[in-house]
């Protein structure tokens, strides 16, 4: 399975972004899908996860409220819907999928590219 993360860009402080997570070479339908981030001199922590039918999601306690995980399994993609962005949120964003179905504390199986997330104050 291949990722390809997009979406990633410059806003301002309150702005949104939309990340957009597509697999390609194989369906990614049936496995649960994250989004991390990794900022400049820190380690790489989970965003959000989404289990195989959208039906479990988690959150970091930094973004509950702000950022919304969803997939459309039909277009074999995921999303990342963040709101009210904080220039702490600045960060390389990676979608990941696990073998499967429900997120755990495993390190994912296939990572996306990452796409850069700058959030301006």
């Known amino acids: 399975v291949q990722l390809q993360a997009s979406g990633g860009g410059l806003v301002q402080a309150g702005g949104s972004l939309r990340l957009s997570c597509v697999a390609s070479g194989r369906t990614f339908s049936n496995n649960a899908v994250g989004w991390f981030r990794q900022a400049p001199g820190k380690e790489r922590d989970i965003v959000a996860s989404?289990?195989?039918?959208?039906?479990?999601?988690t959150y970091a306690d930094s973004v509950k409220g702000r950022f919304t995980i969803s997939r459309d399994r039909a277009k074999n993609t995921v999303y990342l819907q963040m709101n009210s962005l904080k220039p702490e949120d600045t960060a390389v964003y990676y979608c990941?999928?696990?073998?499967?179905?429900?997120?755990?504390?495993?390190?994912?199986?296939?990572w996306g590219q990452g796409t850069q997330v700058t959030v301006s104050s």
């Open positions: 990941a999928s696990w073998l499967s179905s429900y997120g755990n504390s495993n390190t994912p199986r296939y």
């Open positions: 989404i289990s195989w039918n959208g039906g479990i999601t």
